[in-house]
RNA sequence: GGCCUCAUCGUCUAGCCUGGUCCAGGACGCGACCCUCUCACGGUCGAAACUCGGGUUCAAAUCCCGAUGAGGUCACCA
C-alpha cells in the first residue's frame, strides 16, 4: 500500500485563517499517525493576487503552530509539469484550445477547456459517505488561461497526483469543486486520492469564516499577536469537529496524533467561539512553570511598566487574563496602574459605606502605625495582614481594609490591601496612607 | 435560481451505524449561592436542546419519506 501522504495547500493571497488552520492540523494529524508524509504546498498560479510575503507568513505561522510538514512545494516552480499536462490532454482530446471574447480586463483570447464527457460522479467521501453528481451542468470547463497559465483545478489534480498524496483532506467548499477535479484527474490517467471534505469553520451567524466578512479575528495572525499559545489553539481547533468520543478536552501534540481518527469528524459545520478558547488557552497558561509564563509576559507588555513590579504581580496577572495579551489591556483599562504609580483618589469614596470620615482617618491612622512597626525585611502579605487583623476584626474589617485598601489603590476594585502593600513596599504604603488621609482630612 | 451538504442545550459536542439502559450526558458561557472589605480566583448548585410533519415499530434523538431552515458551490480566484 502506498505511503500515507497528505497535503496543506493554501494560497498566498491573505492572512492564514482559523479554518484553515484546523484543515491543516488535521492533515498534520492523519499524516503523522499513520507514519505519513505531510506535504505543505504554496498555491500560487494566480499570480495577480499572491504575494510572497503572505506566502511566507504562512510557512512562519505553521511552524510557529508545531506542524512540521516534511515536503514543501510552491506550484509556482512547476510550470513545466502542468505544460505538459496540459498539451497531453489536448493531443488525447480531453482538452481543446477555445477562442473566447473577453468580459474583463486581463482575459485571454484564448483559453483552454477541458471536454466534459457529461457523467454521474460518485465521490466515496470519508466523512460525507457517497455524493453523487451530474457534471452536466460544468459545461466545458476552462482549466488553464494559457498553457504556461494553469488554474486550480488542474493544478490541484496533477500536483496531488504527482506528489502521491493519498488523502485529499480540505474544507467541504471544495465538496462541489471534487467533481470537475475528478473528471481532469480520469483524463490525465491519475488514481484517485481518498477525500475526506471537512466541516466548514463557521463564525457567529453561521456562515463561512472569512476575513473579508469577520474581520481580523479570524486570522491566526490575529491570536498570536493576542498572545494564545499555540498548542491551546491546536487543542481548539481539533475539538471543533472532532473528538475522540469520551469527556477528555486536553490533549498533548502526541496524544492527538495517537487519538485522531478522520472517520469521527463530524458532518454539521462548527462555530468559532473565542470563550472556549479563551478557556482552554488559561489553562495551559496554568499549566506554564512561572518561567515560562514569564517569558510570555515580558513579551508582551510595553516597556514602560518596571520589570521588578511586574514579576512581583505575576500570579495577579496570570489570575486575571486568559491570553498574553490581556495584560496590556487590563493596564490600558486603568487596572493594576496602582502597582507602577500613585494613585488619585478624586473619584473614589475612601471610607467604606456610611463609615464617618473622622472613623475612617482613625482607621488609616492605626494602620499606619501597626504598618510601621514591621521590621522592613519581614515585610511581606502575611505579615501586613496579621498586623492589622485584629483591628480590622474589632472595628469592622468592611470599615478599615475598604479605605486601607482604597488609599493603596485609589480604586474600588482591585487585589487585597495586603498584597498590594507588599508588592509596592513598606516606604510607598506609607506614603499612600498618608496621602491618603491628607485628601480626606 | 441549479447542484451539493448539513440539522441534539446560546456555543463545542456525546448518544444515532448495531431502535428500549436518554423525562438526552459532558464542556464553554450564563445565573444563584458560598468564600470575601472590593475585584478576581476557587467551591457548590442551577437554567438550558433531540427543527417540524408523516411513516415503520410494542418502542425512535436513533430507521424511512417529506417539509422547513441553514450553509457551501456554480470565475480566464483558490
Redesign the pocket.
Known sequence: MDKVTTRF???P?GFLHMGGVRTALYNFLYARKNNGSFVLRI????T???REEWATGLVDDLAWLGLSHDVFAK?SERTQVYRDAVKKLIDSGHAYISK?????A????E?VRFKNQNKVVTIQDI????????TT??KD??IA??IN?????L??VIDDALMGITHVIR???????TPRQILIQEALGYSRPVYA?L??M?A?????L?KRKHGEAVSLTFYRASGYLPHAILNFLL?????P???E?FFTLEEMVKRFDLT?V????????V??L???N?HYILQMTQEEQWEWIDRFTPKEYNREMLRRIQSILI??I?AFGDIQKLFDNGEFIYFFKNPSYNNVSIA?KDTSIQTTIQHLQEALRSLSEIQNVRWSADVIKESIWDY?EQHG??A???P???AL?G????????TVASCIGQEETTSRLLNAIKHIS
Open positions: 495547500a493554501p494560497s493571497t498555491e500560487d498560479t494566480d495577480a493576487r499572491n506550484q473566447e471574447t473577453p468580459t474583463e486581463g482575459q485571454r483570447e483559453v466523512v460525507r459517505g457517497e455524493v453523487k453528481v451530474d451542468d460544468l470547463f476552462i488561461r494559457s497559465e494553469p488554474l486550480y483545478h493544478a490541484v474544507g467541504e467548499e471544495h465538496l462541489s469543486n471534505h466541516p466548514l463557521l457567529n451567524d453561521k456562515s463561512k472569512s475539538l471543533i469537529g472532532w473528538n468520543g469520551t469527556d478536552e469521527k463530524q458532518k454539521g459545520g462548527g462555530v468559532f467561539n470563550e472556549k479563551n478557556w482552554i488559561k489570575d486575571r486568559s467604606w480590622a474589617k468592611g478599615v481594609l475598604w486601607v485598601r482604597v489603590t480604586s474600588e476594585k482591585s487585589v487585597d490591601p495586603f
